[in-house]
């Protein structure tokens, strides 16, 4: 099945440093998730977003869905140290059915 | 409190055996969903369902099986034909209950698949 770009793959970062990370998408979607996994748990939904250019935030969290519907990013500010864990991008293709298509991730380190 | 329950957190496998993996919802979720996710990969659907007693082929279906009997559980088996069974797997589930768009996906906390 077709997967979204999620870039970067991993990031290693100082505390409070901002975060930034992206997903572009070949197809136009009408929904963009951002969800983060902690190691051997489930993903837990941060953001949810429904409306080309919407923005929205979430705490230190910031997400926008892209003008184009095709891509879409999240940012994190101040980091500090809970925020290490895997970061998922998803989206839902228009005209299709509810299946929702993930990213692979972009793994956040904070270095001491 | 509301969410998904997975069940077992670990669960061991022996060669040629069938093993069923539990996933309950109490949020009054139409769709329910089964994803497996391998180290350093994303998430591949599995199964999913969208009403009960129906159920629908996700990316990566060879060598499992659902059902869907109820609304509120969605048990995933793994059969002995699926050859390389070891991995994380995640239900979801997602509806129109609590005002919820029902593109948003919920996840539960995972079930480790090992194989001895």
């Known amino acids: 099945g077709q997967q979204l770009n999620q870039s970067p793959q991993s990031m290693f970062i100082q505390e409070g440093e901002d975060v930034s990370m992206n997903c572009t998408s070949s197809?136009?979607?009408?929904?963009w998730l951002w969800y983060k996994q902690d190691p051997g748990e489930g993903p837990v939904l941060l953001i949810a977003l429904y409306k080309a250019g919407e923005l929205t935030s979430n705490g230190r969290l910031t997400a926008q869905f892209g003008i184009t519907r095709k891509d879409s990013f999240l940012n994190i500010s101040a980091s500090i140290p809970s925020d290490v864990g895997i970061y998922f991008c998803?989206?839902?293709?228009?005209?299709?059915?509810?299946?929702?298509?993930f990213g692979k991730g972009t793994r956040l380190h904070i270095l001491p | 409190d509301g969410g998904i329950t997975q069940s077992p957190k670990y669960l061991f496998r022996k060669e040629g055996q069938n093993v069923t993996l539990s996933c309950e919802q109490n949020l009054n979720h139409d769709a329910m969903y089964w994803y497996r996710q391998d180290p350093g990969q994303g998430l591949r659907l599995i199964y999913y369902s969208q009403i009960v007693n129906d159920f629908q082929k996700g990316d990566i279906a060879e060598g499992y099986s659902v059902s869907r009997e109820k609304k509120e559980s969605f048990p995933l088996t793994v059969t002995s034909a699926q050859k390389n069974p070891t991995a994380f797997y995640l239900c979801a589930s997602s509806g129109l209950a609590g005002g919820s768009p029902q593109e948003t996906q919920y996840f539960g906390p995972g079930t480790r698949l090992l194989v001895l």
């Open positions: 998803a989206g839902r293709y228009m005209n299709r059915d509810d299946k929702i298509i």
């Open positions: 197809s136009i979607f009408n929904t």
